[in-house]
């Protein structure tokens, strides 16, 4: 069970925006992440439960932060519920899209899991619902993800399969580069990781 810490940065100015400490799984029904975010003061910031099946598809989604929270799953697309900070209204979404994205280095692996891709398929376009800080108001996103190359690097532990992926936002055509090892990201734009402390889990 992978355990560890991002910092998670401004892609622009680079500005450190918060850690995220994390721990995440494959089972024997699909993948479950869970993290909780802190400010670099130290303060608590949110969290994050994501769990897949099998398939790659988003079977349970809670996100919390700034004292909103959005709970959704797949159904019919995808469908959410978002609660403001004072808990009196709650309003529901629902959109034909395959699954979430947001802030979370964890829907870099959930939506390369979703995927599947391999290195010699063409570039696969997908409709993302986006929840991010830090209201967590819900936007549709259309990206196209590639899979460039696929390598294994010796280490102590066996051989460690490094993919890179090529993600275009098809609304600005900004392209950027995602680098995954089983179900950890190794580097994205605002993303680092700054500590591991198991080795990745890979997918079977």
């Known amino acids: 069970m992978p355990s560890g810490r991002y910092a998670l940065h401004d892609p622009h100015d680079h500005t450190l925006l918060a850690e995220e400490h994390f721990q995440c799984a494959p089972g024997p029904s699909g993948w479950r992440y869970v993290s909780r975010l802190?400010?670099?003061?130290?303060?608590?910031?949110?969290?994050?439960?994501?769990?897949?099946?099998?398939?790659?598809?988003?079977?349970?989604?809670?996100?919390?932060a700034a004292g909103w929270q959005v709970r959704g799953a797949a159904l019919d697309g995808v469908t959410w519920v978002r609660t403001?900070?004072?808990?009196?209204?709650?309003?529901?979404?629902?959109?034909?899209?395959?699954?979430?994205?947001?802030?979370?280095?964890?829907?870099?692996?959930?939506?390369?899991?979703?995927?599947?891709l391999t290195p010699s398929a063409a570039a696969t376009r997908v409709r993302l619902v986006a929840l991010t800080e830090p209201v967590l108001a819900p936007r549709t996103v259309d990206q196209s993800w590639a899979?460039?190359?696929?390598?294994?690097?010796?280490?102590?532990?066996?051989?460690?399969?490094v993919e890179e992926y090529e993600?275009?936002?098809?609304?600005?055509?900004?392209?950027?580069?995602?680098?995954?090892?089983?179900?950890?990201?190794?580097?994205?734009?605002?993303?680092e990781l700054e500590?591991?402390?198991?080795?990745?889990?890979?997918?079977?």
């Open 38 to 64: 802190t400010t670099p003061e130290g303060e608590q910031r949110g969290s994050v439960d994501l769990a897949l099946d099998g398939l790659g598809r988003p079977i349970r989604l809670e996100l919390r």
């Open 84 to 116: 403001d900070p004072a808990g009196a209204d709650a309003a529901e979404g629902n959109v034909r899209a395959h699954a979430f994205t947001g802030g979370s280095p964890a829907f870099l692996v959930a939506t390369a899991r979703l995927l599947r």
């Open 147 to 161: 899979l460039l190359k696929s390598e294994a690097h010796p280490t102590d532990s066996g051989p460690l399969v």
């Open 167 to 191: 993600v275009t936002a098809l609304d600005t055509g900004e392209r950027y580069s995602v680098h995954l090892a089983g179900d950890v990201v190794l580097a994205a734009p605002g993303v």
């Open 195 to 204: 500590d591991l402390e198991s080795p990745p889990s890979a997918f079977p």
